[in-house]
């Protein structure tokens, strides 16, 4: 099989200290937590920024290169920022597509709308259409976000227009509330749609965190682990870290016989730069 690529969504915008007393709010803390995934084995980091005060996911250019100019600085790490703006709010899209003036080698591209975080997470056709655009002009790769068999449906129709460039990268979205569950089933039922040429890495939201990672792992995918889609280490018992989740998936991997990717084994994978 091919070597295992492990990406850490270290924030998101949903998760607060209430409930995540370590999850990290100011870009020092994100960056912070991105050099641990780092460390620990992961060869992607999926960047989220917060306001520093609030904690609320906000999308702010100076933010992002707050976070992204260290990261360059001192890593190798493929980043990939997201253009998701935030479930429930209408930010205009130049908002949401405001990290694309940083180039990053991946953004991702939520390839249509769901009921997500109490709201509807809104991509409509015409934002998918510009955000496309964007990033084929920016040399950005989309990480294509499906959180239901339709997303997949349209990321290929968008394709065959030309709207997206082959060879097309997945990132299956799988166990929250609204979209399609998070079992094995879902996931087969899922790669069926995919092109020969196609990458593809998969999320366990909450309990399907683990689970998803294992799939992933023996169906020769990626897995992507973080405090962004699962608090929990163990049932009951919160992470400490982002890190923690990467050591797991890294001690897994070596007693499975995949080897885990480096950050240039994963532009290669994903044919980053192309």
């Not at 992002?64 to 980043?79: A, F, G, I, M, S």
Request: negative net charge.
């Amino acid at each position: 099989m091919e070597k295992v690529i492990i990406t850490a969504a270290v924030t998101g915008s949903r998760n607060m200290r209430d409930i995540v007393p370590n999850i990290p709010y100011t870009p020092e803390e994100i960056t912070q937590a991105c050099l641990e995934s780092y460390e620990a084995g992961a060869a992607i980091v999926h960047i989220h920024v917060r306001d520093p005060e609030t904690g609320k996911g906000i999308q702010d250019l100076e933010l992002y290169r707050q976070v992204v100019e260290p990261l360059r600085e001192k890593t190798d790490l493929v980043l990939c920022l997201t253009t998701s703006g935030i479930a429930g709010r209408n930010l205009p899209y130049e908002h949401r597509l405001v990290p694309l003036e940083l180039k990053p080698e991946l953004a991702s591209f939520d390839a249509g709308s769901i009921n997500l975080g109490g709201g509807v997470f809104s991509n409509p056709p015409d934002f998918l259409d510009v955000a496309a655009e964007k990033m084929i002009e920016a040399g950005v790769k989309p990480e294509i976000e499906v959180f239901d068999t339709g997303m997949i449906v349209t990321a290929l129709r968008m394709r065959d227009q030309g709207k997206l460039l082959d060879p097309l990268h997945f990132q299956f979205v799988l166990g929250t509330p609204w979209g399609a569950p998070a079992t094995p089933q879902t996931l087969l039922h899922m790669l069926e749609f995919l092109p020969s040429d196609a990458t593809w890495s998969v999320i366990g939201i909450g309990k399907g965190h683990l689970p998803m990672s294992m799939m992933g792992m023996i169906m020769g995918g990626h897995i992507r682990v973080g405090l962004e889609d699962n608090i929990y280490y163990s049932r009951g018992v919160l992470a400490d870290n982002n890190a923690q989740f990467v050591e797991r998936i890294v001690s897994l991997a070596r007693e499975y016989g995949r080897e885990v990717a480096t950050p240039e084994d994963a532009r290669e994978l994903l044919r980053l730069g192309n």
